[in-house]
Every structure is written in structure tokens, then in C-alpha cells.
């Protein structure tokens, strides 16, 4: 993604071309990568955590915690998967297209409903592993951070 949008800032200062289609092709495809990406960080447990509390609480109140985190979180993932299909129907309903590439709107929609879905799932799967106990893989800290 990021040579594409570079080679189209190079050829648009060097001539008057300019890849058309690049700009409508990145924003959609960011879209899928951020909302893919969430989901690998919720199964990974980075995703809003904010372990400095969490892993100073008695186990009662992370237990208790857990379950409240994972409520909100499929509240929100399932309103953001019903809204997404709402929004879906409605592109593919108008017909409408992207401008330089024409192709339908709702192929790039389609990310907010199927990820928020896979997102649902995610929450749940998390909330299960850190409610039974059981190892989860960590998300990378970064090195020069000491979380002791």
C-alpha cells in the first residue's frame, strides 16, 4: 500500500498522470486492515488493555472486570456488525460505485460487518480464556518499557 501511494505521488510531481484509482484503493483497503487488524489484536489481548490495573486487581474483581469488559465489547462489535449491515444493503441497494475503479461500494463495505463479526467472536473467545485462566499468548511489549 504505501509504494503504491508513494509511486502515485512520484508520477503525479513528475507529469500529469496520475494513478486514479490508487487513492480510492488504499482509503477501502485501509479499512479491511484496520478492522482485521483489531481483531488479531483482541486475540492477542492489546486491544484497550490496560494491564497496570488489571494485574494489580484481586482475582475477584479481574474475574469481575472480565465479564464487564466482554459485555461492552460485544454490545459494541454487535451494534458496529448491524449498523455495517444496514449500510451494506443500503450500497448495494443504490447501486453504487467507486468513481475511477466502479466497482460496487458495498465490496469495500462489506469490512465493518464481517470483521465486527469476527470481532464478536474475538471478544468472546478472550473472555473465556482470561475468565477460565487458561495461557493466553501475550501481545509483545516493547522492550524498553519494565512492566514489573
Same mark, same amino acid.
Given at each position: 500500500m504505501a509504494i503504491l501511494a508513494f509511486a502515485n505521488v512520484i508520477v503525479r510531481y513528475l507529469t500529469t498522470f496520475s494513478f486514479s484509482f490508487s487513492e480510492e484503493l488504499l482509503v477501502n483497503l485501509f479499512v479491511w486492515i484496520t478492522m482485521l487488524g483489531a481483531s488479531i489484536a483482541t486475540?492477542?489481548?492489546?486491544?484497550?488493555?490496560?494491564?497496570?490495573? *488489571?494485574?494489580?486487581?484481586?482475582? #475477584? *474483581?479481574?474475574? *469481575?472486570?472480565?465479564?464487564?469488559?466482554?459485555?461492552?465489547?460485544?454490545?459494541?462489535?454487535?451494534?458496529?456488525?448491524?449498523?455495517?449491515?444496514?449500510?451494506?444493503?443500503?450500497?448495494?441497494?443504490?447501486?453504487?460505485?467507486?468513481?475511477?475503479?466502479?466497482?460496487?461500494? #458495498?465490496? *469495500?463495505?462489506m469490512a465493518v460487518p464481517v470483521c465486527a463479526l469476527i470481532l464478536v467472536l474475538r471478544t468472546i473467545q478472550r473472555g473465556v480464556q482470561e475468565w477460565k485462566g487458561l495461557s493466553i499468548p501475550q501481545a509483545k511489549t516493547c522492550p524498553e518499557v519494565d512492566h514489573k
Open positions: 486475540r492477542k489481548g492489546s486491544l484497550l488493555g490496560v494491564t497496570y490495573l *488489571f494485574d494489580r486487581m484481586p482475582s #475477584w *474483581f479481574k474475574k *469481575f472486570s472480565t465479564v464487564v469488559i466482554v459485555l461492552c465489547g460485544i454490545t459494541l462489535f454487535g451494534l458496529l456488525t448491524m449498523h455495517g449491515i444496514d449500510m451494506v444493503k443500503s450500497e448495494y441497494r443504490s447501486g453504487m460505485t467507486t468513481y475511477s475503479m466502479a466497482l460496487p461500494m #458495498w465490496i *469495500f463495505g
